[in-house]
Nanobody, 115 residues
């Protein structure tokens, strides 16, 4: 499966962005989808994930209540709605699709939160 992220950009603190992850090449509904992020100089960290048919979902503590992960299997797409963005949310955001031992990553999209 090939993954392409989009929707990143520059936003002011308190603003919102919606990231999309579009998949092609395989049966998207079979994959657990996760969003990770990697800030400059830091390790990649899990932000959220969503199971094959949208349940269950998981959020890292520092984004819970601000971010919402969703998926539309009919469109081969997953999204991450990010509200109340903070400067510490600045990072490259990656989409990952996994099933069994197989996992696939997108190329990442930059999110910068700055005034």
């Amino acid at each position: 499966v090939q993954l392409v992220e989009s929707g990143g950009g520059l936003v002011r603190p308190g603003g919102s962005l919606r990231l999309s992850c579009t998949a092609s090449g395989s049966t998207f509904s079979s994959y657990v989808v996760s969003w990770y992020r990697q800030a400059q100089g830091k390790a990649r960290e899990l932000v959220a994930h969503i199971d094959t048919f949208s349940s269950p979902v998981y959020y890292a503590a520092h984004v819970k209540g601000r971010f919402t992960i969703s998926r539309d299997n009919a469109k081969n797409m997953a999204s991450l709605q990010m509200n109340s963005l903070e400067p510490d949310d600045t990072a490259v955001y990656y989409c990952k699709a996994a099933v069994g031992w197989d996992e696939y990553w997108g190329q990442g999209t930059q999110v910068t939160v700055s005034s």
